[in-house]
Structure formats: structure tokens, C-alpha cells
């Protein structure tokens, strides 16, 4: 099904991640720090754009997710996102996480696991390969 | 006749009693028989009216009931989710301490030795300077240079040249007393902040660490003995720290030109 919502591609800035989608793929992809001034503002783009492609399209969505910090909000945020994918597991829609992480910072893999607890769709949490 | 409690039971009796009467012919021509009749036609829907009342009052509790528990169990969820959010939002605070901690650590050490780094002995030189001076407390300050550690460098290698700095920094460290300050200056360079030290205490510390460090030897087939060389000047009251930095070198030049493996005094 063509989309009416149209990719995000949003470089990254100190303080808010990178976004892309791609609603071909399904996917959507968030890398970098996340502390914004305005989250909800920020992520507004991030729940529509899911909303949107879980509603208009019944292909698979995965999220892959190199975050490394992320204030309360964020936090939140991410939970409220995990929250929907979760809805859209329930409904036997194909939805799935890579949470990557740095094998240097493991604090952020246990981060990613506490994340994790309490979801029944498909959330990996892999290594990045260093070089 | 048994005594009537009101109950349900009762009830019923009399219900049959009353039916039993209208049914026996004998008193058909009873002129109360209509009216009794009656009676029981209207007890018959009150009970049904009653029923049905119970029916709805009990369908009201169940709801309100089932109410309340999906308000608990939402509420369960919610301080659930609060508590996880907690719990992860505390983490990354946890790890920005941890690294803010090791990145302090990294600004103000020497990662080689482990020494306080050029960096934190210049702040320190200017807070025990100010300290020394506010107080009228004598302040020695020595810099040390490893001898001819260009030459041990080129004949073994850096890694035996890194080895020795670190042993150098040992003896440094476990010649001071606890409340001295040193640390690596740079290359093979130490400063060493002596505080409340007259001059006579002041090298008998430094001399400490110089025989340490001649104890030291490196390289395995003809090993070499390694020595220093200490120029140390008290601190003139309210002189810049430069000036004290530039009498201590001048005095360790002079320890070099006479000899090497020597402490020497800048009044």
C-alpha cells in the first residue's frame, strides 16, 4: 500500500539522535544521544510515522536502535513506543527490536535488557563488531 | 403455630397455606375468597418485582466492582511502569557519574604511571603556593629528571623505557611522605611539592627517593642502574609559581652539570 506519510531523515544533533525510516522495509532506525529540550515534540514525529505505517501498511516493522544516552523523557518515550509495538504484537502483527550496543559499554546492553523485561515481541540486543 | 420470623421460609409457608384454602371447595363460598385471591396475585408480583430490583441492584455492584479492579489493575500498571522508568532513568544517570568520574580521572592523571598529570600539578602548585603564603608555611618544590634516559630509551626500547618511568613513579610514590604532592611533569620529569618542609627535610625526602631510584636497575643482559637528578627551592611569599619552577630547574641543571645522581639546593 503507498504511503501518505512521508520518510524521516533527520541528522543528528548533540542532544537528539538520528532518525530514518524506510516505509518500503519497515523500518525505522534511531542512533545517537537523546536528551532534546522538547521530547514530546521530538518523538511526536517518530509515534506518528509508527502509528501511521502500522495503520496504512500490514508489512513487518523493525526498529533498530543505536542509543546510547537518554534522559527520563527519552526514556519514556521509548517505553510509549515499545508500548505500541507490543499493541501491534498482540493484534499477530510482525514487529521486532535490535537494540545494538557497543561491547565496550556493556552498561548500555544492560540498559537495553531492562528495556526489554515485560515485552513478548522479538527484542535482540547485539553487539556492534568493533573494528 | 409456629412463631414467624418474617423470613423466607415463613413466607413460602403462608404462600401455601393461603393456596391450600383457596383451593379446598369447601370454602368456595367464603365471601373473604376474592380477596384472598387477590392477595396472592399481588404477592405473586411482588416477589417478582423484587426479583427483578435485586437482579439490577446486584448487576450495579458487579459493575462498580469490576470497575474498581480495572482501576486497580490500571494503577498496578501505571506504578509499574513508573518504577521501571525509574529504574533505567537512574542507570544512565548512574553511568554519566561513572563517566564524568573516569574522564576527571583522565584529565588529571598520567596514564603511564598513574601519577597526577601536568595538568593537576599546576593547579595544585597554585593552591599549596597560595596555601604556603596566606599561612606564612614554608613550601619546598623540587623537579626531578631521570638521567640520561634518552640513552635507555635507544639501547632497550621504548617498552623498557616505559617500564622504568613506571618504576621510577613507584619510587616516587613510596618515597614521599603522605601529605607530599608529585607527579609526572612530562617525559621523564617529576614535580614534587613538599609542604610545610624546611630545606634540611626537604632533601632528606628527595634523597630518599634518589637512592630508591638508584636501587632500580633495567635491561635483562647487562642491566643498567638508573639514577635521577633534584634541583628543590622553598617558595618565596607571594612570588609567581613560575619564578619557584624556574630556581627548582636552575637548581637541577646544576645537579646535572655536577654530576647527575645528586640532589641540589636553590635558596
Redesign the interface.
Known sequence: MPSTIPDLAIPATQSTPAIATDWEAGRLSLEGNSYPENSFEFFGRIFAWIQGYLAQSDGPLRLELKLIYMNTSSVKAMMDVFDLLEEAHAGSRAVEVNWYYDPRNERVMEMAEEFREDYGFPFNILPIAND | MTKRTGSINDGQALLERIESLLEDTGHADNPLRPVLTEVLEHIHTQNQRMERLLKISDGYQLLERNQTLSLAERCDKQI??ME??A???D??QR??L?VAESLRQAANQDALTGLANRRHLMERLKDESQRATRKGSQLAVAMMDVDYFKQINDRFGHEVGDQALREIADAVRQGVRRYDIHGRWGGEEFLLMLPETDQPEAVAVLERIRERIGAIHVGEQAPVRLSASFGVTLLRHGEDTDDTLKRADDALFEAKRNGRDRVEVAC
Open positions: 509499574k511502569r521501571k522508568l529504574r533505567i532513568s542507570q544512565y553511568n554519566l561513572e
